[in-house]
């Protein structure tokens, strides 16, 4: 079994920013890629940024510039790094972690609220 836990969600201001983090635990040979996705009320969940083993990243357009995803090998662990952030930017966001390349594990998830 394998366990995704999220963390570091929150309230912050308009332009500012937050770490999340993400981490799994089980029985884990290899973790090929690491994603970062969200959820906002009545929208679909979409992909925010997302890394594979050999460091090779992609971001969603609007959070180009604005969000970074780092990940630790040795720990399972993957991090998005959030700048600038805007209200719509709130949502619901979720880890997921493709394993021993064969199944998708996802968090809980984690919310990010954007509000003055």
């Known amino acids: 079994q394998v366990q995704v836990v999220e963390s570091g969600g929150g309230l912050v201001q308009p332009g500012g920013s937050l770490r999340l983090s993400c981490a799994a635990s089980?029985?884990?040979?290899?973790?090929?890629?690491m994603g970062w996705y969200r959820q906002a009320p009545g929208k679909q969940r979409e992909l925010v940024a997302r890394?594979?083993?050999?460091?090779?990243?992609n971001y969603a357009d609007s959070m180009k510039g604005r969000f970074t995803i780092s990940r630790d090998n040795a720990k399972n662990t993957v991090h998005l790094q959030m700048n600038s952030l805007k209200p719509e930017d709130t949502a619901v966001y979720y880890c997921?972690?493709?394993?021993?390349?064969?199944?998708?594990?996802w968090g809980q998830g984690t919310q990010v609220t954007v509000s003055s």
């Open positions: 890394i594979t083993n050999d460091g090779s990243t």
């Open positions: 089980g029985s884990i040979f290899s973790i090929y890629a």
């Open positions: 997921k972690m493709n394993v021993n390349f064969k199944m998708d594990y």
